[in-house]
C-alpha cells in the first residue's frame, strides 16, 4: 500500500541551527501538507502546497519556515534558525485531488500522514 | 482561528463496552473527520463525513454529522483492546483548506 514516508524518525539539534525535514508523499498525490503536534497536544496546521506554491499557512508558519519541492518527488520543511519551542513531531501529508460526490457533495479525498518526524531542539 | 471543542479528553472503559467521544464547534465547518492516532504514528482516517446530519458506519466506528455542521460524535461499540489510542476530530471549511483538529480523547480500554 503506498504510504508518505517522511525522514529523520528523530532530530535532536541545538537551538539556532537549521534544520530540514524531509516528506515523500504518495507518488500521483497533488496536495502537500505539513502538520506538527507538540507532544501532548492537538496537531495543529503548518502549510499547504499545491501547483508549486503554498496555498495556506497559519500563524505558526512565520519567515523562520519554508517549504519547497525541489523535485518531482521530495516535500521539504525547513526551519531556519530552531527555537526551543519548535521541539514537536512533525508530520507531512499528501492526499490526491479533491473530487465531486454523486450527490454533489465535495469530497475532500483521503489525507494520508507520514509516521512522522520528532524534532527535539535542545 | 477555528476552535474544536473535543470531549472527554481521556476515558477508561472495560473490554466489550461502547464508547461515545464528540466534538463541538463555535463555527460551521462542512466536512467532518475522525483519526486514530498510535503511539510514534501519524494520524489515520476512521471516517468522513460530508453532509449535515449523515450517519456513517466504518465496522463498529459510527460517526455523525449534526444538523447545524457545528458538531459531529463518534462511537465505538464493542470495544476491544486494539481500540486504545488518541481519537481526533478534525474539521474542514471547503476541500482545498486546512484541517482543523480537536485536542483529541485518549482512550484506554482495559481488559
Known amino acids: 500500500e503506498p504510504e508518505v514516508t517522511q525522514t529523520p524518525s528523530h532530530q535532536v539539534t541545538q537551538m539556532g541551527q537549521e534544520v530540514i525535514l524531509r516528506c515523500v508523499p504518495i507518488?500521483?498525490?497533488?496536495?502537500f501538507y505539513w502538520y506538527r503536534q507538540i507532544l501532548g497536544q492537538k496537531v495543529e496546521f503548518l502549510v499547504s502546497?499545491?501547483?508549486?506554491?503554498?496555498?495556506?499557512k497559519s500563524e505558526i508558519f512565520d519567515d523562520q519556515f519554508s517549504v519547497e519541492r525541489p523535485d518531482g518527488s521530495n516535500f521539504t520543511l525547513k526551519i531556519r534558525s530552531t527555537k526551543l519551542e519548535d521541539s514537536a513531531m512533525y508530520f507531512c501529508?499528501?492526499?490526491?485531488?479533491?473530487?465531486?460526490?454523486?450527490?454533489?457533495?465535495?469530497?475532500?479525498?483521503?489525507?494520508?500522514f507520514g509516521e512522522g518526524s520528532r524534532l527535539t531542539v535542545l | 482561528g477555528q476552535q474544536l471543542n473535543q470531549s472527554p479528553q481521556s476515558m477508561f472503559i472495560q473490554e466489550g463496552e461502547d464508547v461515545s467521544m464528540n466534538c463541538t464547534s463555535s463555527?460551521?465547518?462542512?466536512?467532518w473527520l475522525w483519526y486514530k492516532q498510535e503511539p510514534g504514528e501519524g494520524p489515520v482516517l476512521l471516517i468522513a463525513?460530508?453532509?449535515?446530519?449523515e450517519l456513517t458506519s466504518n465496522g463498529r466506528l459510527t460517526a455523525q454529522f449534526g444538523i447545524t455542521r457545528k458538531d459531529s460524535f463518534l462511537n465505538i461499540s464493542a470495544s476491544i483492546p486494539s481500540d486504545v489510542g488518541i481519537y481526533f476530530c478534525?474539521?474542514?471549511?471547503?476541500?482545498?483548506?486546512?484541517?482543523?483538529f480537536g485536542s483529541g480523547t485518549q482512550l484506554t480500554v482495559l481488559p
Open positions: 463555527s460551521i465547518f462542512n466536512t
Open positions: 501529508a499528501s492526499k490526491m485531488e479533491n473530487r465531486v460526490l454523486a450527490g454533489g457533495e465535495r469530497d475532500t479525498g483521503e489525507l494520508f
Open positions: 507518488s500521483n498525490h497533488l496536495y
Open positions: 463525513l460530508y453532509k449535515a446530519g
Open positions: 502546497f499545491y501547483n508549486n506554491e503554498i496555498s495556506e
Open positions: 478534525a474539521g474542514q471549511w471547503s476541500s482545498a483548506r486546512q484541517l482543523t
